[in-house]
């Protein structure tokens, strides 16, 4: 993985995504309808926040998450040498910065 590495969040409501934004720079997060299966309708007020990952957006996520109580299942993913990769990872209130920093280099990836 390499700077093209993101993390995304599905599920997201629209006051989510207000108080992501309080922790994040607009720069390092984008919204978009989440991906449905041919003939869903799906929510229309859900969203997947995709996030370029930095250690500045690791602890910015980090500090949203604790002020929401709720665990939130987060996907990594990234491109390394036009290989693409990921990984799934539950994050919660209490997961840290390490933790989250070990997941991704466990998975081939760093965090600049």
């Known amino acids: 993985m390499s700077d093209e590495g993101t993390i995304e969040i599905a599920g997201l409501s629209r006051r989510d995504r ?28 859900a969203m997947v926040a995709v996030i370029a990952l930095s250690g500045i957006s690791i602890t910015g996520m980090l500090a949203w998450l604790s002020t929401q109580g709720v665990s939130v299942k987060a996907s990594f993913k990234g491109k390394m040498f036009g290989q693409e990769g990921g990984f799934d990872m539950v994050l919660n209130p209490k997961t840290t910065d390490g933790e989250v920093r070990g997941e991704v280099a466990k998975n081939g990836g760093s965090v600049t």
């Open 18 to 45: 207000a108080n992501l934004l309080e922790h994040l720079s607009k720069d390092m997060v984008e919204f978009k309808a989440p991906p449905l299966k041919p003939g869903e309708l799906g929510d229309p007020t």
